[in-house]
C-alpha cells in the first residue's frame, strides 16, 4: 500500500480523535461555565459519600452561577446551585424536566419498570393513576395496620431492655418499617420484629447491602440503550423472583377469596381488574413493579430517618424531654390514644422529624435529565437535550446562608415563622414538583408513630458502645451511619 496515504490516513485519524477528546475535556470551558477540570484515574473524592463529594463542589461554585460544570464517566453533567433554578427545574420548567435518567429495562427486568425510573407518558400516565393511593383518606384507612405494627414495635423493645440495657437500633428500626409496609403494601405479615430473619427483611437487606457490579451499573447509566440491547438488569434475579411471586400468591388469594384490606394492594388489584374506569387499568407486571417500588422506596428512606432522629434526640436531651412532653401533652387530650388525629396534633414530634430530614436528607441529591434543549434563565447557556442535572439537596440543607450554624440540631427552625423566612427550596427531602415523592405522607406518618410510640416509654442516650459523631456509609446511597446506631435505653 503506498505509504504516504496510510500515513496521511493515521494522520487524519489522530487528529479527530484529538478533536474528540479536546471537545468533551473542554464542554464547560467551551461554554464558560464554572466547573473542575475533568478528572483521570482516582480522584481524592474517591471514599466521600456522594452527598459529600456534591457539597464540595456546589460550596467552591455557590454564588458564581447558578449552576456548575462538572464531568461523569466523560459526560457533561451540570450541578443545579441557585435556588431559583431548582424551582425552575423542579417545577416552572417541568416540561423540561420530567425525567430522572435512571435505568430501567422493562423486557428483562419487568420490576425496574416502577414509578421512579419511568419517563415521559409512561411515567405520567402511571402517576395519575397511583397519585390516589397516597391521599390522606387512604393514609387514614391504613392507619390502624400501622399502629398495629408499631406496638408489635414497642413490645419487642419492652421485652429487650427486660435483658439488655444497651443495643443497636438501626437494624431494628428497618425492621419495623418492613413491617408496616409489608403489611401495607403487600397485606402480609412480615414478622421481622421478632424474627430478624424473616424473609422480607433479608430480601430488604440484600437490596441495600450487597456489594454492586460497578461496571454493569456504569454501562446501565451512561449506555442504556447498550444496556437494554445486552438485556442487562439492575434488580438482583433471586429478589426480583421472590417479589413476582410474593406478588403473584397475594393477588391469587385476594381474588379468590374475596379478601379487602384497605391497602395499596387493594387499589392496585381493584386498577388491574379496572373497576375504575377513570383510573385506567395496570398489568401484573406493572402492579408487582409498584409494589416493589414501595417496598424499597418505603422501607429504608424512613428508619434512616428515624435512626438520625433518636440518634439527635440522644445526644440533644433537652430536645428528646420537649419531643416526650408533646406526646404526653396530646395524647392526655386524647384519653391515652394514639389515634390518626392525635398523631396529627404532634406538631414538635413533626419538626424533629423535618429538622432531622435537613441535617440528614436520606436522598441525598436529586436527579433530573434535561429533555429537550433548555435555555438556563438569567445566563447564556443552553443545555442540550440528555444533559444529566443533580440538585445537591445534602448541600443546600448545609449551607449556612440558608440554615445558620447548620450542623446544630435545631427543631425550631422549622416552626411556620422560621419556616416563612427561608426560599420555599430551601428544604426538598422529598423532591418537589410533579415528580416529588409519591409516599411522603406515608414514609412521614410511619415515622411520626415509630417515634411518638418510643418516646412515650423509652429514654435513649449515649452508652458505651456509641459513637459521636456518626459517619456515612460510602458504601450505600441513602445516608446512612457506618457505624449502626448504638444508644443506652432505659424505661421512662
Ligand atoms: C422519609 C421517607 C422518604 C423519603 C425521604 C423519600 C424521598 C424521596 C425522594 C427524594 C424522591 C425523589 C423526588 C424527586 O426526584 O423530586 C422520592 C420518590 C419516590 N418515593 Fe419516596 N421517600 C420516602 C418515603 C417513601 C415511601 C414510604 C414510599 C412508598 C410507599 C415512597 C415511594 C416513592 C416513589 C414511588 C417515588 C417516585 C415518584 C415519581 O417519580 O413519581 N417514598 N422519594
Ligand atoms: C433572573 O433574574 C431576575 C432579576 O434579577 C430574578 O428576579 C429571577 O429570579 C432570575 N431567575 C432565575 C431563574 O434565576
Not at 440484600?206 to 456504569?218: A, G, I, K, Q, W
Request: net charge positive; glycine share 6%.
Amino acid at each position: 500500500m503506498d505509504l504516504t496515504l496510510l500515513v496521511a490516513a493515521l494522520g487524519l485519524l489522530l487528529a479527530y480523535g484529538y478533536y474528540r477528546v479536546k471537545k468533551v475535556v473542554n464542554f464547560w470551558a467551551d461554554r464558560n461555565v464554572p466547573h473542575n477540570p475533568i478528572s483521570f484515574g482516582k480522584s481524592p473524592e474517591q471514599g466521600l459519600h456522594m452527598g459529600k463529594m456534591l457539597q464540595k463542589h456546589y460550596n467552591q461554585f455557590k454564588g458564581q452561577y447558578p449552576f456548575a460544570g462538572m464531568y461523569f464517566l466523560f459526560k457533561p453533567l451540570v450541578l443545579a446551585i441557585d435556588l431559583e433554578l431548582l424551582k425552575c427545574i423542579f417545577v416552572k420548567d417541568f416540561q423540561y424536566f420530567h425525567d430522572r435518567g435512571t435505568f430501567y429495562n422493562e423486557r428483562d427486568d419487568p420490576l425496574s419498570a416502577h414509578l421512579f425510573n419511568l419517563e415521559g407518558n409512561k411515567w405520567k400516565n402511571l402517576r395519575t393513576k397511583l397519585s390516589p393511593t397516597f391521599t390522606s383518606g387512604k393514609m387514614k384507612m391504613m392507619y390502624p395496620a400501622m399502629i398495629k405494627a408499631g406496638r408489635q414495635f414497642s413490645d419487642y423493645m419492652e421485652d429487650k431492655i427486660a435483658v439488655e440495657s444497651e443495643f443497636e437500633l438501626k437494624d431494628l428500626l428497618a425492621r419495623f418499617t418492613t413491617d408496616v409496609i409489608g403489611i401495607c403494601a403487600f397485606g402480609i405479615e412480615c414478622n421481622s420484629m421478632k424474627d430478624p430473619n424473616a424473609q422480607f427483611r433479608q430480601m430488604g437487606r440484600r437490596h441495600f447491602e450487597e456489594p454492586r457490579n460497578r461496571l454493569r451499573d456504569s454501562v446501565c447509566m451512561g449506555a442504556p440503550k447498550l444496556a437494554r440491547f445486552l438485556r442487562l438488569k439492575m434488580i438482583n434475579a433471586e429478589l426480583s423472583e421472590f417479589f413476582i411471586n410474593v406478588v403473584r400468591e397475594t393477588i391469587d388469594f385476594r381474588v379468590k377469596n374475596n379478601v379487602r384490606r384497605n391497602d395499596f394492594m387493594d387499589l392496585l388489584i381493584a386498577m388491574m381488574k379496572g373497576d375504575n374506569p377513570e383510573l385506567g387499568s395496570l398489568t401484573f407486571n406493572e402492579i408487582a413493579a409498584q409494589a416493589f417500588v414501595f417496598f424499597v422506596a418505603g422501607f429504608e428512606t424512613s428508619s434512616t430517618t428515624m435512626t438520625w432522629a433518636l440518634y439527635e434526640l440522644s445526644v440533644n436531651q433537652d430536645i428528646q424531654s420537649k419531643g416526650r412532653q408533646c406526646v404526653e401533652d396530646v395524647l392526655e387530650k386524647h384519653n391515652g390514644d394514639l389515634t390518626y388525629e392525635a398523631i396529627m396534633e404532634m406538631t414538635y414530634i413533626d419538626q424533629i422529624l423535618q429538622e432531622t430530614l435537613r441535617k440528614y436528607p436520606p436522598v441525598p441529591v436529586h436527579f433530573r435529565v434535561v429533555t429537550k434543549d433548555y435555555r438556563v434563565p438569567n445566563t447564556s447557556t443552553t443545555l442540550s437535550a440528555g444533559t444529566r442535572v443533580l440538585i445537591p439537596v445534602y448541600a443546600v440543607h448545609h449551607d449556612p446562608e440558608i440554615f445558620p450554624d447548620p450542623e446544630r440540631f435545631d427543631p425550631d427552625r422549622f416552626t411556620p415563622e422560621a419556616i416563612a423566612q427561608r426560599h420555599p427550596y430551601a428544604w426538598t427531602p422529598f423532591g418537589e414538583g410533579p415528580r416529588i415523592c409519591v409516599g411522603m405522607r406515608f414514609g412521614l406518618m410511619q415515622a411520626r408513630i415509630g417515634l411518638a410510640l418510643l418516646l412515650k416509654s423509652f429514654r435513649f442516650s449515649s452508652g458505651q458502645k456509641s459513637t459521636v459523631p456518626l459517619d456515612f456509609t460510602p458504601k450505600s446511597f441513602i445516608l446512612s451511619p457506618e457505624q449502626g446506631l448504638w444508644l443506652k435505653v432505659d424505661k421512662v
